[in-house]
């Protein structure tokens, strides 16, 4: 199975968290703007920040480390990719079983009615008007269908991965620094159950002594290099 973070996406344009003056939350405070309480309090302001970064995202397109996992996966040597990333760039490269711990911008959600309004409309509705999109079926303030700072990752998916972790025989983690939990807690599931853990990430993690492989170029050379060799 696969686990990947911000860093396979960041060869694509997006942004990661917190590198030097690129990252997302280099010059924000996340508790200020994506924090659960910020959309409940002033869904307005908490859009001024989010309709950016709808907009910066909704071009995006996958690069080749995530063409990469979705040929391995096309050959049956992944089971799965679990990733950490809004983006929707894993299914638009053609991943098929795909859980998305942190939700998918592809979608928000109408928090009183439980409609759901596609990216696509979300930008529409935030181009023709000054603050929050709101559900045309009951005027509430939309929520983007991602995990904000505050609320619990979705029951379901995590049970998922979870479960994919205890029996995966080798996690291929890509771009991830495995710091955030519970997220961060799935490798040690598949070591401590005897499967490997290959790593494919720059900068350390807390797993670098419990690796089979480390590499540490960028993602899109060493899985390009990784097909090649398969």
């Given at each position: 199975?696969?686990?990947?973070?911000?860093?396979?996406?960041?060869?694509?344009?997006?942004?990661?968290?917190?590198?030097?003056?690129?990252?997302?939350?280099?010059?924000?405070?996340?508790?200020?703007?994506?924090?659960?309480?910020?959309?409940?309090?002033?869904?307005?302001?908490?859009?001024?920040?989010?309709?950016?970064?709808?907009?910066?995202?909704?071009?995006?397109?996958?690069?080749?480390?995530?063409?990469?996992?979705?040929?391995?996966?096309?050959?049956?040597?992944?089971?799965?990719?679990?990733?950490?990333?809004?983006?929707?760039l894993h299914r638009l490269a053609g991943t098929d079983r795909l859980i998305e711990v942190h939700g998918s911008i592809d979608r928000?959600?109408?928090?009183?009615?439980?409609?759901?309004?596609?990216?696509?409309?979300?930008?529409?509705?935030?181009?023709?008007?000054?603050?929050?999109?709101?559900?045309?079926?009951?005027?509430?303030?939309?929520?983007?269908?991602?995990?904000?700072?505050?609320?619990?990752?979705?029951?379901?998916?995590?049970?998922?991965?979870?479960?994919?972790?205890?029996?995966?025989?080798?996690?291929?983690?890509?771009?991830?620094?495995?710091?955030?939990?519970?997220?961060?807690?799935?490798?040690?599931?598949?070591?401590?159950?005897?499967?490997?853990?290959?790593?494919?990430?720059?900068?350390?993690?807390?797993?670098?002594?419990?690796?089979?492989?480390?590499?540490?170029?960028?993602?899109?050379?060493?899985?390009?290099?990784?097909?090649?060799?398969?």
């Amino acid at each position: 199975m696969v686990l990947t973070g911000a860093g396979i996406s960041v060869p694509s344009g997006i942004p990661d968290f917190r590198s030097p003056g690129t990252g997302l939350w280099e010059n924000v405070d996340p508790m200020e703007v994506a924090h659960i309480d910020a959309w409940r309090r002033d869904p307005d302001r908490f859009w001024s920040f989010y309709g950016q970064r709808f907009a910066s995202l909704v071009d995006k397109q996958p690069n080749d480390a995530h063409r990469a996992l979705a040929e391995l996966e096309r050959r049956g040597l992944v089971r799965a990719v679990i990733t950490q990333n809004i983006d929707r760039l894993h299914r638009l490269a053609g991943t098929d079983r795909l859980i998305e711990v942190h939700g998918s911008i592809d979608r928000s959600v109408c928090m009183q009615c439980g409609g759901r309004v596609s990216i696509e409309r979300v930008v529409g509705l935030l181009a023709a008007a000054d603050g929050a999109p709101l559900c045309e079926a009951c005027v509430a303030p939309l929520k983007p269908d991602v995990v904000l700072f505050g609320e619990l990752l979705p029951e379901r998916a995590l049970a998922e991965a979870q479960a994919l972790a205890m029996d995966a025989d080798l996690m291929l983690c890509v771009g991830s620094s495995l710091e955030v939990y519970p997220v961060a807690g799935l490798p040690a599931i598949t070591h401590g159950g005897g499967g490997r853990l290959v790593l494919v990430t720059q900068g350390p993690t807390p797993y670098d002594g419990d690796a089979e492989v480390k590499l540490d170029g960028d993602v899109v050379t060493e899985l390009r290099a990784v097909v090649a060799a398969l």
